[in-house]
């Protein structure tokens, strides 16, 4: 009883899907689209999953460009302490001391 229901529900789609007709080019062209789709993107998900070596050669970079930035700012300390000290030398020592403060 209920497949024939069913039978006669769909009996019309199923007449234009068997033959050639617009419907079956649509659900065809929607199918493929589909199954394309789904296998790139799991042969996405694979590659990146097990065959990706990008992220080696970024981290690498990464490391250089943190040592890099480190011993700029160590030289920058340094020339900034060289700055600092031959400026010094020439000032007055009396008046670069520092002042006791008494209470007022």
Do not use: A, W
Request: glycine share 8%; with cysteine; hydrophobic share 30%.
């Amino acid at each position: 009883m209920i497949i024939r229901i069913c039978r006669r529900c769909f009996r019309g789609l199923f007449k234009s899907i068997k033959g050639p007709s617009i419907t079956h080019s649509v659900l065809f062209g929607i199918c493929g689209g589909l199954v394309y789709y789904g296998s790139y993107y799991f042969y996405r998900f694979l590659k990146i999953t097990y065959f990706d070596t990008q992220h080696v050669s970024n981290e690498s970079r990464r490391r250089y460009m943190e040592k890099q930035m480190l011993f700029y700012n160590d030289f920058g300390y340094d020339l900034s302490m060289k700055y600092i000290g031959k400026s010094n030398k020439y000032r007055n020592q009396k008046k670069t001391n520092m002042i006791t403060f008494k209470d007022i």
